[in-house]
T-cell receptor
Framework: TQLLEQSPQFLSIQEGENLTVYCNSS?????LQWYRQEPGEGPVLLVT?????EVKKLKRLTFQFGDARKDSSLHITAAQPGDTGLYLC?????????FGTGTRLKVLA | NAGVTQTPKFRVLKTGQSMTLLCAQD?????MYWYRQDPGMGLRLIHY???????AKGEVPDGYNVSRLKKQNFLLGLESAAPSQTSVYFC?????????????FGNGTRLTVT
C-alpha cells in the first residue's frame, strides 16, 4: 500500500504552460519535502514545508502544504524545458521518509 | 566532499546469487537509508539506520539485510537474489530528523537479476 499518491503520473506539456502536481495521503506528516530527479542521478531536494497551510516559492515553483499536513501541491508557472524531470514528494514519519509514486514531467520546446 | 557514494554502479546477478551494496557518506550524518526505485512506484524504503550499530525495517525489508558497523558506511545485502529484486537501489543520508536536514542521495546502483 502506497502511503503517498501523486498525480498525475505523467505530464507532457508545451513550454510556457502552467501545471500542478498533487501529493495526497491519509497520514499526517511532520514535514513534507519535494525532490527532483534527473536520469541516472539521485533525487535532489527542492523544498521542505513544515507548517499546515504553508506556501513556499522557489522562482517559478510554488509549493503548498495542506492545512491538515496530509497533502501538498507543486505548481510550476511558465514551464521551461529545464523543468523536465521526475518530481517526488516525501513525507516525514518519525525517523522515516516515505516517498510518493512520482510525477514524470516533460516540457517540450 | 564526495557526499554519498554507492558501489557498484551496475551489477547483473543470477537467481540465488548473493551480493552486497556499499554506501559511504563523508558528511558525518547520523541517519542512513536504503531505498529501491521501480517504475510507477516512486522510492520505497527497505531498511534504515539512526546511528552506528543500529538498523530498522522499512516498507519492503523482505529478502534484504543491512549492517551499520561504522557511522559512515551502510551495507545492503541480498543473500539469495530473486528476479523481483531487479531494481535501482538508492542510498541516502541526513544529519537528523529536523526539517532543515534534507536527504542526500547517491547516484544509485542498477541491479538486474536473471
Amino acid at each position: 500500500t502506497q502511503l503517498l499518491e501523486q498525480s498525475p503520473q505523467f505530464l507532457s506539456i508545451q513550454e510556457g504552460e502552467n501545471l500542478t502536481v498533487y501529493c495526497n495521503s491519509s497520514s499526517v506528516f511532520s514535514s513534507l519535502q519535494w525532490y527532483r530527479q534527473e536520469p541516472g542521478e539521485g533525487p535532489v531536494l527542492l523544498v521542505t514545508v513544515v507548517t499546515g497551510g504553508e506556501v513556499k516559492k522557489l522562482k517559478r515553483l510554488t509549493f503548498q502544504f495542506g492545512d491538515a499536513r496530509k497533502d501538498s501541491s507543486l505548481h510550476i508557472t511558465a514551464a521551461q524545458p529545464g523543468d523536465t524531470g521526475l518530481y517526488l514528494c516525501a513525507g516525514a514519519l518519525g525517523y522515516k521518509y516515505i516517498f510518493g509514486t512520482g510525477t514524470r514531467l516533460k516540457v517540450l520546446a | 566532499n564526495a557526499g554519498v557514494t554507492q558501489t557498484p554502479k551496475f551489477r547483473v546477478l543470477k537467481t540465488g546469487q548473493s551480493m552486497t551494496l556499499l554506501c559511504a557518506q563523508d558528511m558525518n550524518h547520523e541517519y542512513m537509508y536504503w531505498y529501491r526505485q521501480d517504475p510507477g512506484m516512486g522510492l520505497r524504503l527497505i531498511h534504515y539506520s539512526v546511528g552506528e550499530g543500529t538498523t530498522a525495517k522499512g516498507e519492503v525489508p523482505d529478502g534484504y539485510n543491512v549492517s551499520r558497523l561504522k557511522k559512515q558506511n551502510f551495507l545492503l545485502g541480498l543473500e539469495s537474489a530473486a528476479p523481483s529484486q531487479t531494481s535501482v537501489y538508492f542510498c541516502a543520508s541526513n544529519r537528523d530528523r529536523g526539517p532543515d536536514s534534507p536527504l542526500h542521495f547517491g547516484n544509485g546502483t542498477r541491479l538486474t537479476v536473471t
